[in-house]
């Protein structure tokens, strides 16, 4: 009995090792796929780091890129304003031209009508060659506050032909007279 005691024992030894060697080797296989998984994971990890640093160099350049444009950008909008204000700069001192050459303009047409009027009053009869006709001495103020060259010649405001003070002579009345210091004060 103790020899087949001693039998069962080692029978029974023998399958826990059989067991043993069994789960060993499941347990090796196990253990490889994790070693492939752990590299596969490794490879994959790399990947993933190399991909952000990629990713943080894109941002950054981006980053660089995006505040060059803004500077671009900033300088446009500061010289398009001062272009804008030098464009409303111009447009109101155009404007204050425009009206005072309306005003002048204006205020020849109503000496003009005054003097033909009290001219034709007086005599009866349109500006003769005794009394000229101030039309074009009128029309040449209006044209030299417009800046443009007319009549009047020189930039003195002198007048290339006659002066009408001359042609008006001692005869002037109250009308003629004022109409010339008007003209005078124009100039």
């Known amino acids: 009995m103790a020899e087949g005691f001693s039998y069962l024992v080692d029978g029974i030894i ?3 090792l059989a067991v043993t060697i069994v789960y060993a080797v499941i347990l090796n296989r196990k253990l490889a796929t994790l070693r492939n998984a752990k590299e ?3 490879a994959l990890f790399k990947t993933f780091t190399d991909s952000t640093n990629k990713a943080g ?3 950054g350049t981006l980053r660089d890129t995006a505040d ?3 500077q671009q950008l900033q300088e446009a909008i500061h010289s398009a304003n001062r272009l804008a204000d030098d464009l409303a700069y111009l447009a109101k001192k155009g404007e204050i031209i425009a ?3 309306d005003q002048s303009s204006a205020a020849a047409r109503h000496t003009e ?3 033909k009027e009290t001219e034709f009053a007086r005599t009866g009869a349109a500006p003769t060659a005794e009394r000229p006709d101030v039309t074009p001495f009128l029309k040449a103020l209006s044209e030299k506050q417009a800046g ?3 009549p009047m010649g020189s930039r003195t405001g002198q007048a290339d032909g006659p002066d009408p003070q001359e042609d008006a002579g001692p005869q002037r009345s109250p009308e003629e007279s004022a109409l010339l210091k008007a003209l005078q004060g124009m100039r």
């Open 57 to 59: 160099e894109g941002l």
């Open 148 to 150: 443009k060259s007319g």
């Open 99 to 101: 009206d005072r050459l």
């Open 40 to 42: 596969e994971m490794e």
């Open 113 to 115: 009508s005054q003097l």
């Open 68 to 70: 060059g444009a803004g």
């Open 14 to 16: 023998i399958l826990f």
